[in-house]
């Protein structure tokens, strides 16, 4: 009954390929995140949803596209690869309340994207 | 714009050492505050948080955190560390009308036994 699921765990691509990567939640939450966590450790937000729709978009490259097909998953998309996007992509939600009361995010088990 | 300092990049103690590990953040307005941990090869949990109240705030596995209005500051502790809580320990905030949360760096504690 895991709360957060991201799929796959792992994922090895060459340069110049597009890949995908997914996220579940089950806690009826109705707002999901993607973070990357770079070789440093330093976690950095890219987008938020809520409600499927798109809320934070932190000048990331338009090579990342985010996909949220119903307020349960946040797809995360990314085309054409580069060796700097190697990082582990964490998948994250809360419950949006209203604005200015915030509520604590729960994060998926990552996926360590590395790219050839 | 908000921002979160961890001064401690990397700590090192023996068991049963007392542990405190600094963050601080740059934010004017009312802020939310969090601890993180990761163990190796996991993913974040929440150790605590502070929203409003108590500024002495209890978290999970004997972990606690204060609160410091006039010192930006949010620092955590713990008596007597455990080889158990080797991870990486990331404070966070968010603040204003956002969800948008702000990481810290990072602080690696490696307990030895």
């Known amino acids: 009954d895991t709360a957060v699921s991201q799929t796959p765990k792992y994922l090895v691509t060459q340069m110049g390929n597009d890949k995908s990567i997914k996220c579940e939640q089950n806690l009826g939450h109705d707002t999901m995140y993607w973070y990357k966590q770079d070789s440093k450790k330093f976690l950095k937000i890219m987008f938020s949803y809520n409600n499927k729709e798109l809320i934070i978009n932190e000048t990331v490259p338009n090579r990342f596209s985010p996909k949220s097909p119903d307020k349960a998953h946040l797809n995360l998309h990314i085309n054409s690869l580069e060796l700097g996007d190697s990082a582990v992509y964490f998948c994250?939600?809360?419950?949006?309340?209203?604005?200015?009361?915030?509520?604590?995010?729960?994060f998926g088990p990552g996926t360590r994207l590395t790219v050839l | 714009a908000q921002s979160v300092s961890q001064h401690n990049h990397h700590v090192i103690l023996s068991e049963a050492a007392s542990l405190e590990l600094g963050c601080n953040y740059s934010?004017?307005?009312?802020?939310?505050l969090f601890w993180y941990v990761q163990y190796p090869g996991q993913h974040l949990q929440l150790l605590l948080k502070?929203?409003?109240?108590?500024?002495l705030v209890k978290g999970i596995k004997g972990f606690e955190a204060e609160f410091i209005k006039s010192k930006f500051s949010f620092n955590l502790r713990k008596p007597s560390v455990q080889w158990s809580d080797t991870a990486e320990y990331f404070c966070?905030?968010?603040?204003?009308?956002?969800?948008?949360?702000?990481f810290g760096t990072g602080t690696r504690l490696q307990v030895f036994p």
């Open positions: 994250a939600s809360s419950q949006w309340l209203q604005a200015s009361i915030y509520n604590e995010q729960f």
């Open positions: 934010y004017g307005g009312t802020v939310n």
């Open positions: 502070y929203f409003s109240g108590d500024p």
């Open positions: 966070a905030v968010n603040g204003g009308n956002t969800d948008k949360l702000i």
